[in-house]
């Protein structure tokens, strides 16, 4: 669920979101006392845009690390 737009790319007409504040929402249940069970955590999410105008909220695990691909070469 985003709840806002951090930055906007303005390369495009009409200007489109780049990047994007988001709840990301998870449930689980607990067989036990409570039961079903939300939560939420508010990230900061890129957005990539496909060549047809599709949005898509890229996920920090998805995010290219820096350095990563250089530490497992040595």
Do not use: F, K
Not at 1 to 15: F, I, K
Not at 24 to 37: K, M, S, T, V, Y
């Amino acid at each position: 669920m985003v709840l806002d737009v951090l930055a906007w790319d303005e390369s495009v007409t009409p200007r489109r979101p780049a990047r994007v504040r988001a709840a990301l929402i998870c449930a689980d249940c607990d067989a036990g006392l409570h039961g079903w069970r939300a939560h939420a955590d508010n990230r900061d999410l890129n957005v990539a845009w496909s060549p047809e105008g599709q949005a898509t909220l890229v996920m920090p695990w998805e995010e290219p690390q820096v350095g990563r691909e250089a530490a497992s070469a040595v």
